[in-house]
């Protein structure tokens, strides 16, 4: 439900309203040919793809006629990418132009391996803040908020894409980096900030300080979140614990270093939209590789000519909404978001467990904090051990209420154990809470 300080916001705005209301045969006549201008320097240029399309057939942008056709080309894995980097220190041969072209430098978390280096010329960066300002004008942003990002702005790209988007808008906007939680706290107070952006992990950890240190951020002028960086703030539990502490709602949005700023909500917060304008996405079965409503998302980006991906996993478990958006966009939607990571997924006595449907448990008791999971192998079962921070309420007795709910909705016996608060990990970032001690056997 919208929060009384957000209720003022005019709902569906749009960045490009031509092109995000402009129906789905006009709207792929121009991904179409946006891939079609991109494909030549790349076909003339770039090592790593000239090589890759070269071994399927691929010879001229004109050979893809629909984009039926780009299902004849390869997938690219993020493996891949990694691999080619070793072998082509430090950059690969994803590079569609000289070196010297490039002006920016960013890298992934390093949460699932190596870190791949990303580069982007002033064109590719430009369409990354393009991207940005989708996701924060679909939240309702605009030129007269004051945006915080509360973000160490280190060599990650998420929130240095954003502050370019907020730029692009008009906004107002107030790097965090080289605060303590406590000063980003203030300095919401004191800049009088509308709109934060951060994780979902660290919207809820900036709040709990906020508590401690007696400062009222529920009564600030911050009436809108917007959270990226992981999956949380699509979890309903997860959204709804951010938006009571902040009195503010909340927006998910999604991307990823090596691809760009994918997804984004809008205002009618019925769905996570696909920006279609700057990508094409497909779904496909995991097992088959064929189409599918459900299935894992891969992505073509259209505007970062100098370092693409084509036809990308991106190991993202999802499912399209059936239905058109209220909003009027044209832009297909994801029911419930991210539902999880391929990679992430647990497998504990033969059930898949996402770690996004634990958390999404865990968020339902306002009694608990920050979490911690483990997986061991215990003789020839497999055990699942979690640890929870208590704020209120009889520790114990929160501990089994969690356990409980975590085996009527998993079906699986869980040992809870409450451990005093302040004692696991804080995250600025992405969350590291899931360990699997199997793998380190």
């Not at 990226?228 to 959204?239: D, F, S, V, Y």
């Given at each position: 439900?919208?929060?009384?300080?957000?209720?003022?916001?005019?709902?569906?705005?749009?960045?490009?309203?031509?092109?995000?209301?402009?129906?789905?045969?006009?709207?792929?006549?121009?991904?179409?040919?946006?891939?079609?201008?991109m494909l030549e320097p790349i076909l003339e240029s770039n090592a790593?793809?000239?090589?890759?399309?070269?071994?399927?057939?691929?010879?001229?942008?004109?050979?893809?006629?629909?984009?039926?056709?780009?299902?004849?080309?390869?997938?690219?894995?993020?493996?891949?990418?990694?691999?080619?980097?070793?072998?082509n220190e430090p950059y690969g041969t994803n590079l569609t132009f000289e070196r010297d072209t490039y002006t920016k430098i960013h890298q992934t978390s390093g949460t699932t391996g190596e870190p791949l280096r990303c580069l982007d010329t002033e064109e590719s960066w430009a369409w990354w803040a393009r991207c940005w300002a989708?996701?924060?004008?679909?939240?309702?942003v605009t030129s007269r908020d004051r945006i915080f990002f509360a973000f160490s702005f280190g060599p990650f790209i998420g929130f240095w894409a954003g502050y370019q988007g907020a730029q692009r808008i008009g906004a107002l906007s107030i790097p965090g980096g080289g605060m303590s939680s406590y000063q980003r706290a203030k300095a919401i107070l004191t800049y009088d900030i509308s709109v934060l952006v951060c994780t979902p992990t660290y919207a809820l950890h900036l709040a709990e300080v906020a508590e401690q240190e007696n400062i009222d951020i529920a009564n600030s002028n911050v009436?809108?979140?917007?959270?990226?960086?992981?999956?949380?703030?699509?979890?309903?539990?997860?959204?709804?614990?951010?938006?009571?502490?902040?009195?503010?709602?909340?927006?998910?949005?999604?991307?990823?270093?090596?691809?760009?700023?994918?997804?984004?909500?809008?205002?009618?917060?019925?769905?996570?939209?696909?920006?279609?304008?700057?990508?094409?996405?497909?779904?496909l079965d995991p097992q088959t590789g064929e189409p599918a409503e459900e299935?894992?998302?891969?992505?073509?980006?259209?505007?970062?000519?100098?370092?693409?991906?084509l036809r990308y996993r991106t190991g993202d478990r999802v499912k399209i909404?059936?239905?058109?958006?209220?909003?009027?966009?044209?832009?297909?939607?994801?029911?419930?978001?991210?539902?999880?990571?391929?990679?992430?997924?647990?497998?504990?006595?033969?059930?898949n467990v996402f770690p996004s449907s634990i958390e999404n448990i865990v968020r339902r008791f306002p009694e608990v904090g920050e979490f911690a999971v483990d997986v061991y192998r215990k003789g020839n079962l497999d055990d699942?051990?979690?640890?929870?921070?208590?704020?209120?309420?009889?520790?114990?007795?929160?501990?089994?209420?969690?356990?409980?709910?975590?085996?009527?909705?998993?079906?699986?016996?869980?040992?809870v154990e409450p451990v005093?608060?302040?004692?696991?990990?804080?995250?600025?970032?992405?969350?590291?809470?899931?360990?699997?001690?199997?793998n380190l056997e």
């Open positions: 439900m919208p929060t009384p300080k957000a209720e003022s916001r005019v709902k569906t705005r749009y960045l490009d309203p031509f092109i995000e209301t402009l129906g789905r045969e006009a709207l792929e006549q121009i991904q179409l040919r946006k891939l079609q201008l790593f793809y000239r090589k890759k399309l070269g071994e399927a057939g691929l010879r001229s942008p004109d050979e893809i006629r629909t984009l039926d056709d780009l299902r004849h080309l390869p997938l690219t894995s993020k493996q891949e990418l990694s691999k080619d980097q070793r072998d989708t996701v924060l004008t679909g939240a309702g009436n809108v979140t917007i959270q990226a960086g992981e999956p949380g703030a699509g979890l309903p539990a997860t959204r709804q614990r951010i938006e009571t502490a902040w009195n503010a709602r909340t927006y998910d949005h999604a991307g990823a270093t090596e691809v760009g700023a994918w997804g984004f909500e809008c205002q009618c917060q019925s769905g996570l939209h696909l920006n279609e304008g700057e990508f094409i996405f497909e779904v299935g894992e998302l891969v992505v073509t980006n259209l505007g970062r000519v100098g370092m693409p991906v909404h059936p239905d058109e958006c209220p909003c009027g966009r044209s832009f297909r939607r994801l029911d419930g978001g991210v539902i999880g990571r391929a990679d992430d997924v647990l497998i504990v006595r033969g059930i699942m051990e979690m640890r929870v921070e208590i704020s209120k309420g009889e520790p114990g007795e929160v501990a089994a209420a969690v356990s409980k709910e975590m085996r009527n909705a998993l079906g699986l016996r869980v040992r005093p608060f302040g004692t696991l990990p804080r995250f600025d970032l992405k969350a590291r809470r899931f360990k699997d001690h199997r």
